[in-house]
């Protein structure tokens, strides 16, 4: 449940203030580790958490959430936990089942205290310093799991007042976790209701980066209505990209009570980086944030249209998610992202057809959605005729020696240049008229034209 962003706070967005690079951080031997900006897991691999966060505190009876939300493909669950001063302490056992629980569904447990939200704002939220204090209690639930689990010190540790000394606590928190022996990679929020809004974590980010001895902490923004157009998601998340700091989405909606949320935008741009995101939240919100469940009543037979935008959709967690190699240990070192931040000038876009498809057909559009020297992502938009459809194939043929490197919400073919994109079981029915998309990333050497697509009904 989140915070209304004040009007004042909100115009504050237009400040601008520069990010400073910092020096290569050390690899942690024995867990998570950061290093030029990445996350890495025990055996060296890079790892992108594509997962949900689950209110665990509130409703610990749902113990099955942690199998069911890898069963919808989920690397990664944010886990909330109470330190038992707003909420009912989740002591040391109850912890080491939760993690149990994650490594037995081989998820990556990032573990949260929900007691610092909204701090100096918020009546009866605690410090930083007092949630370190909680997690120091339970450390013996904690060491030996550093391969599992990220610590996130406190959610969203300051409201709108009071956030100026965030860079200060937040740096004194980290060298007393590690002065208690934690060596865990340390996950921490920004202010302003997680939103950072007033760019106070954005701007101190490398200075609590080297409070850390081991250099091995990550930051996490909460987008909500502060996020609301491309430009606003991408511009915060470049200038982390840019610095080479370590930066995730840890919660994000489809909509938000201080406005809307542009969840597109968001898993496009973490695709298309290498950055990580955890939606929220898997079920059970209330008082007015009802449609931020992605489930309903933790059924997940029952997904809400938030949990089919976040598992099944462009870009997300079914089609993206990779499995931590520290579950199979064989996975190879994946390849780094683009390391050039993505133009500012829109890319092109082809134009909707402009002709229905005929009854019991389909049609289809390409959309150049990202670009950088040597790589671009697409999606693909297929809709249906005046007539239900059971399945779809979209065919087309590069011009340029473009090729496609990976694929999401679809299966795809190639004879050379020419390509082959079928459906794949959730989103091959279309009712008349609805439409469903998928997406690619793909590279390419001097020219990148747009192909020309065509849709059949298979």
């Given at each position: 449940m989140k915070?209304?962003?004040?009007?004042a706070?909100?115009?504050?967005?237009?400040?601008?203030?520069?990010?400073?690079a910092?020096?290569?951080?050390?690899?942690?031997a024995?867990?998570?580790s950061?290093?030029?900006?990445?996350l890495?897991?025990?055996?060296?691999?890079?790892?992108?958490?594509r997962?949900?966060?689950?209110?665990?505190t509130?409703y610990?009876?749902?113990?099955?959430?942690?199998?069911?939300?890898?069963?919808?493909?989920a690397?990664?669950?944010?886990v909330?936990?109470?330190?038992g001063?707003?909420w009912?302490?989740n002591?040391?056992?109850?912890?080491?089942?939760?993690?149990?629980?994650?490594?037995?569904?081989?998820?990556?447990?990032?573990?949260?205290?929900?007691?610092?939200?909204?701090y100096g704002?918020?009546?009866?939220?605690?410090?930083?310093?007092?949630?370190?204090?909680?997690?120091?209690?339970?450390?013996?639930?904690?060491?030996g799991?550093?391969?599992?689990?990220?610590?996130?010190?406190?959610?969203?540790?300051?409201?709108?007042?009071?956030?100026?000394t965030?860079?200060?606590?937040?740096?004194?928190?980290?060298?007393?976790l590690?002065?208690?022996?934690?060596?865990?990679?340390?996950?921490?929020?920004g202010?302003?209701?997680?939103?950072?809004?007033?760019?106070?974590?954005?701007?101190?980010?490398?200075?609590?980066?080297?409070?850390?001895?081991?250099?091995?902490t990550?930051?996490?923004?909460?987008?909500y209505?502060?996020?609301?157009t491309?430009?606003?998601?991408n511009?915060?998340?470049?200038?982390?990209?840019?610095a080479?700091?370590?930066i995730l989405?840890?919660?994000?909606g489809?909509?938000?009570?201080?406005g809307d949320p542009d969840?597109?935008?968001?898993?496009?741009?973490?695709?298309?980086?290498?950055?990580?995101?955890?939606?929220?939240?898997?079920?059970?919100?209330?008082?007015?944030?009802?449609?931020?469940?992605?489930?309903t009543?933790?059924?997940?037979?029952?997904?809400?249209s938030?949990g089919?935008?976040?598992?099944n959709?462009a870009?997300?967690?079914?089609?993206?998610a990779?499995?931590?190699?520290?579950?199979?240990?064989?996975?190879?070192?994946?390849?780094?992202p683009p390391?050039?931040?993505?133009?500012?000038t829109?890319?092109?876009?082809?134009?909707?057809?402009t002709?229905?498809?005929?009854?019991?057909?389909?049609?289809?559009?390409?959309?150049?959605?990202?670009?950088?020297?040597?790589g671009?992502?697409?999606?693909?938009?297929?809709?249906?005729?005046?007539?239900a459809?059971?399945?779809?194939?979209?065919?087309?043929?590069?011009?340029?020696g473009?090729?496609?490197?990976?694929?999401?919400?679809?299966?795809?073919?190639n004879?050379?240049?020419?390509?082959?994109?079928?459906?794949?079981?959730?989103?091959?029915k279309?009712g008349?008229?609805?439409?469903t998309?998928?997406?690619?990333l793909?590279?390419?050497?001097?020219?990148?034209?747009?192909p020309?697509?065509?849709?059949?009904?298979?």
């Amino acid at each position: 449940m989140k915070k209304l962003l004040s009007v004042a706070g909100a115009a504050l967005l237009t400040v601008l203030a520069a990010v400073f690079a910092f020096g290569q951080p050390a690899h942690a031997a024995a867990g998570f580790s950061v290093s030029n900006g990445r996350l890495y897991d025990a055996n060296g691999n890079e790892f992108i958490m594509r997962g949900v966060n689950h209110a665990h505190t509130w409703y610990p009876q749902q113990t099955s959430s942690f199998a069911n939300i890898k069963a919808l493909g989920a690397n990664s669950v944010r886990v909330v936990l109470a330190s038992g001063d707003r909420w009912a302490k989740n002591d040391t056992a109850d912890v080491a089942n939760v993690v149990s629980l994650c490594k037995a569904n081989k998820l990556i447990c990032v573990l949260e205290v929900h007691d610092t939200t909204g701090y100096g704002e918020q009546s009866g939220a605690i410090t930083l310093d007092r949630a370190v204090t909680y997690w120091l209690s339970i450390a013996s639930a904690l060491q030996g799991q550093e391969k599992y689990v990220i610590v996130n010190i406190g959610n969203e540790p300051y409201g709108n007042q009071g956030y100026g000394t965030w860079a200060t606590d937040t740096a004194n928190a980290i060298k007393r976790l590690r002065a208690g022996g934690l060596t865990h990679t340390i996950m921490v929020d920004g202010p302003n209701w997680g939103q950072d809004w007033s760019f106070t974590m954005r701007d101190n980010a490398a200075t609590v980066f080297n409070a850390d001895p081991a250099k091995n902490t990550i930051f996490s923004i909460h987008m909500y209505g502060v996020f609301n157009t491309v430009a606003k998601v991408n511009d915060y998340l470049d200038r982390f990209r840019t610095a080479k700091l370590p930066i995730l989405v840890g919660e994000f909606g489809n909509l938000h009570s201080d406005g809307d949320p542009d969840e597109d935008a968001i898993m496009a741009y973490s695709q298309a980086n290498g950055i990580g995101y955890l939606g929220w939240s898997w079920s059970g919100n209330g008082g007015g944030v009802e449609y931020l469940d992605m489930t309903t009543n933790f059924n997940p037979n029952s997904l809400t249209s938030w949990g089919q935008r976040i598992f099944n959709g462009a870009n997300g967690i079914r089609s993206t998610a990779k499995e931590a190699s520290v579950y199979s240990g064989t996975t190879p070192p994946s390849s780094p992202p683009p390391s050039t931040p993505p133009p500012t000038t829109p890319p092109p876009s082809s134009p909707p057809p402009t002709t229905p498809p005929a009854n019991g057909g389909c049609t289809a559009s390409y959309a150049i959605t990202n670009s950088w020297p040597g790589g671009f992502q697409a999606e693909v938009q297929v809709k249906a005729g005046s007539s239900a459809i059971n399945g779809w194939t979209v065919k087309w043929t590069f011009a340029n020696g473009q090729t496609v490197t990976q694929v999401w919400s679809a299966t795809v073919t190639n004879s050379g240049s020419a390509y082959t994109a079928r459906n794949v079981d959730y989103n091959g029915k279309l009712g008349a008229g609805a439409s469903t998309s998928f997406g690619f990333l793909g590279s390419w050497n001097g020219t990148n034209s747009i192909p020309a697509v065509t849709c059949t009904v298979s």
